[in-house]
């Protein structure tokens, strides 16, 4: 199958004060084009990192990270942010959608950030607020909808652009068990039909079955 997401030899270090803390250590990925990846492991084992370093949030300190057949360390900061935008859609535990701004501005932002015509993505917007059923909702401010809708939101936000993938950190972290089945339903729906591929950084077993392929960190390794 094809390779959309590659890491090699991967390593990422942080300071505290004089100390060298390692966080992850040798990482050897491949991930194929249109699976639906979860990564599990403790808290402190790096996963979070590590999908942060996928993305392109974070360097490493050594190794590389190619992203569709490019070493992502080799481009630009200008040419980094635009892989950002639009290669990759972000779905974080905690929203993070801006409170004063309707669903419809907040699912917007990407396009408005990238320099896009807003009036191009009228229909693309009415056909993800259709999957995500949130139609009737886009005049609503986060503060008037519910967690889940709020997640769903946030999914709509990462597939404006129509990414390739989906770094999702937590996304029912903060959401009730039938509001997460929902979520991972859709996620599933997006994955299948839409054939993203999805990473997902996740505790929960009943979550991580919804995934083709479960990748455990520990101490900063992967085991598979």
Same mark, same amino acid.
């Given at each position: 199958?094809?390779?959309?997401?590659?890491?090699?030899?991967?390593?990422k270090?942080?300071?505290?004060?004089?100390?060298?803390?390692?966080?992850?250590?040798?990482?050897?990925l491949?991930? @194929?084009?249109?699976?639906?990846i979860?990564?599990?492991?403790?808290?402190?084992?790096?996963?979070s990192?590590?999908?942060?370093?996928?993305?392109?949030?974070?360097?490493?300190?050594?190794?590389?990270?190619?992203?569709?057949?490019?070493?992502?360390?080799?481009?630009?900061?200008?040419?980094?942010?635009?892989?950002r935008?639009?290669?990759?859609?972000?779905?974080?535990?905690?929203?993070?959608?801006?409170?004063?701004?309707?669903?419809?501005?907040?699912?917007?932002?990407?396009?408005?950030?990238?320099?896009?015509?807003?009036s191009?993505?009228?229909?693309?917007?009415? #056909?993800?607020?259709?999957?995500?059923?949130?139609?009737?909702?886009?005049?609503?401010?986060p503060?008037?909808?519910?967690?889940?809708?709020q997640?769903?939101v !946030?999914? @709509?936000? !990462?597939?404006?652009?129509?990414?390739?993938?989906?770094? !999702?950190? #937590?996304?029912?972290g903060?959401?009730?068990?039938?509001?997460? #089945?929902?979520?991972?339903?859709?996620?599933?729906?997006?994955?299948?039909?839409?054939?993203?591929?999805?990473?997902?950084?996740?505790?929960?077993?009943?979550? @991580?079955?919804?995934?083709?392929?479960?990748?455990?960190?520990?101490?900063?390794?992967v085991?598979?």
């Open positions: 199958m094809e390779k959309i997401i590659e890491t090699v030899n991967l390593y270090d942080y300071m505290l004060g004089t100390v060298s803390v390692e966080i992850l250590k040798d990482i050897n491949s991930i @194929a084009k249109g699976e639906f979860t990564i599990m492991g403790p808290s402190g084992s790096g996963k990192t590590l999908l942060y370093l996928l993305g392109g949030l974070d360097k490493p300190t050594s190794g590389k990270i190619i992203i569709n057949g490019k070493d992502i360390s080799e481009l630009s900061d200008q040419e980094q942010s635009i892989m935008r639009r290669d990759v859609g972000f779905v974080f535990q905690f929203y993070n959608l801006v409170p004063n701004l309707t669903v419809e501005d907040n699912v917007m932002l990407p396009i408005l950030l990238d320099g896009k015509k807003i191009d993505y009228r229909d693309k917007l009415d #056909e993800i607020l259709d999957i995500v059923e949130l139609s009737d909702r886009k005049c609503h401010t503060r008037e909808l519910s967690g889940g809708q997640q769903r !946030a999914i @709509a936000r !990462a597939l404006i652009n129509e990414p390739d993938i989906i770094l !999702a950190d #937590e996304p029912t903060n959401l009730d068990s039938k509001t997460s #089945e929902e979520v991972m339903n859709l996620l599933q729906r997006i994955n299948k039909e839409k054939r993203k591929t999805i990473l997902q950084v996740s505790h929960s077993i009943e979550t @991580a079955n919804y995934s083709d392929r479960i990748i455990k960190v520990k101490d900063g390794r085991w598979e």
